[in-house]
């Protein structure tokens, strides 16, 4: 996993409280998919997130909520999908449930302009 360069063209994985704020730390603009395996609304989101990951300056981080309960927790995740924006280390943005890419593409260019 690639966490180092400028950008990355595919979602990174996260396990963890101390993963997720490296991927923060090292990033400007963090797009964090809080998912689940058996929601429905989240395997229509993914692709849309995938193209974001690909063609955006923003990177973007997946957090299955199954797995990683304590950080879904930490985040206030109460449904899935959720989506939350961070700039500059900061979180900036949480949207929850399914969004269109030119809305959410809006939102990334707003933090990355």
């Known amino acids: 996993m690639a966490t180092d360069t400028a950008t990355t063209t ?6 963890d409280q101390s993963q997720l704020d490296d991927v923060v730390a090292d990033h400007g ?10 929601c429905g ?3 229509m989101l993914e692709p849309v ?5 690909a063609e955006t300056d923003a990177v ?7 797995a990683s309960q304590p950080l879904a927790t930490a985040y206030g995740v109460r449904g899935v999908p959720t989506l939350v924006l961070f700039a500059d280390g900061e979180q900036a943005e949480e949207l929850v449930g399914v969004r269109g890419e030119a809305e ?3 939102i990334i260019d707003s933090y990355t302009e």
């Open 49 to 53: 997130v995938e193209t974001l990951a």
């Open 104 to 106: 959410l593409r809006g």
């Open 10 to 15: 595919e979602p990174l994985h996260v396990d």
């Open 60 to 66: 973007v981080a997946k957090v299955d909520v199954d």
């Open 29 to 38: 603009v963090v797009l964090v998919d809080f998912y689940a395996d058996w």
């Open 41 to 43: 609304p989240c395997k």
